[in-house]
């Protein structure tokens, strides 16, 4: 592991132990070169995934750029960090056990769709507005309607 500070890669570990629902493990690490301490965090990755974009683009799948735009959508919203981890794990696992190598930007966006509804209604309308790209505040109607089960009037 290259160290943040100096760029060497004699570094070493201190100590390691499990987070998460044991998903992850969290290293303590020092750099032997500048004696820097660091942490890093290792996952299980079941499959390497290629997200397909509406324009037919494929590129890598990014687990940070996921965690990103969660967490604008729960912006000063009453959740914790670790929750919102926990439910971007289960996100990426299921995604990674669907057997495909590939996998379309509308599928990772009704997944997510689908936990924040059940983590926080005003982050669910928030990333539905992006995903959804709404323009006019009858998408809103409809995305609030949706949440409380009721059929949007159109």
């Known amino acids: 592991m290259r160290c943040p500070s100096c760029g060497s890669l004699d570094t070493q ?9 044991s998903s992850v493990i969290r290293r303590r690490r020092v750099c032997l070169s500048c004696n820097f ?11 390497e995934l290629i997200v ?9 799948f990014d687990r ?4 990103r735009s969660v967490q604008i959508a729960l912006r000063k919203r009453p959740v914790e960090p ?16 669907q057997g495909e190598s590939e996998i379309s930007s509308e599928t990772i966006g009704e ?5 924040l509804r059940d983590l926080d209604d005003v982050a669910y309308v928030r990333f539905a507005s992006v995903y959804r ?3 006019e505040a009858k998408d809103f ?14």
């Open 13 to 21: 570990v201190k100590d390691s132990r499990p987070t998460e629902d």
């Open 37 to 47: 301490r660091f942490t890093t965090f290792e996952r299980v990755q079941l499959r």
């Open 52 to 60: 397909i974009k509406r324009n037919g683009r494929r590129v890598p």
């Open 64 to 67: 940070d750029k996921l965690l």
């Open 82 to 97: 670790e929750r919102v981890d926990r439910m971007v794990s289960k996100i990426v696992r299921e995604l990674e056990s």
């Open 111 to 115: 997944t997510v769709m689908a936990y």
């Open 133 to 135: 790209n709404f323009r």
């Open 141 to 154: 109607e409809a995305a609030l309607a949706e949440l409380s089960g009721e059929e949007a009037a159109e």
